[in-house]
């Protein structure tokens, strides 16, 4: 039962990330209120993914933290399942 509350927990950061990005695509999308309202969850993991996306990819046209954001979540699903599932 916790596990799958888990889950549905990172599908749900995950999903909030796939809207900020399609935002991005509408004219000031990011700044209207359902943007900011979307950034208040998606904050605690894009700011850290946008700093490594500035520290290693600052030349580079595309912003790739949504993809790094993604790979964060992953990787931190997995060690908090795993554990959860030891108990």
Known sequence: MIIRI???FFEVIKATI???VLLTWIPN????KVGQF???FTAPIMEP????????????VIDF????AYFLIYVIQGIILSVLVRI
């Open 6 to 8: 888990v889950n549905i």
């Open 18 to 20: 796939l809207i900020e």
């Open 29 to 32: 999308g990011r700044y209207s």
């Open 38 to 40: 979307i950034r208040t």
């Open 49 to 60: 993914a946008e700093k490594i996306n500035d520290l290693f990819l600052k030349g580079f």
């Open 65 to 68: 933290s949504p993809i790094i």
